[in-house]
C-alpha cells in the first residue's frame, strides 16, 4: 500500500499535467475471455496467483481487469483453492 502512495507523489511531481480525472487509461481485457483455451483450476496455485495479492487477498477487477462473469469464476476458484490448502488465507 505504502509503494503505491508513494509511486503517485512522484509522478504528480514528475508530470505538471497530472490530473487523476482525465488519467489516460488502458482498456483492460479479461484474461479469460482473451483466451478460450485458458481454463481456470482451482487446485493450479500458479495460474490462481497472478488473481491474489502478496496478502493473499483477492484482487478487485478493476486490477484484474476480468469480466463480471469471469470475477466471479476467479473468485470461486480461489476460495476453493484456500480451502484446500493449495492458496494461503492471508499472508504476514
Ligand atoms: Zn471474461
Same mark, same amino acid.
Given at each position: 500500500m505504502a509503494d503505491k502512495k508513494n509511486n503517485r507523489k512522484n509522478n504528480r511531481n514528475n508530470d505538471e499535467d497530472y490530473n487523476p480525472r482525465f488519467r489516460k487509461t488502458r482498456k483492460k481485457v479479461c484474461p479469460l475471455c482473451a483466451d478460450k483455451n485458458l481454463k481456470l483450476d482451482y487446485k493450479n496455485a500458479e495460474q490462481l @496467483? @497472478?488473481?491474489?495479492?502478496d496478502k493473499g487477498k483477492i484482487l478487485p477487477r478493476r486490477a484484474t481487469g476480468a469480466c463480471a462473469i469471469h470475477q466471479r469464476d476467479i473468485t470461486l476458484a480461489v476460495k476453493r483453492a484456500r480451502q484446500i490448502a493449495v492458496l494461503p488465507y492471508t499472508q504476514e
Open positions: @496467483k @497472478k488473481f491474489i495479492n
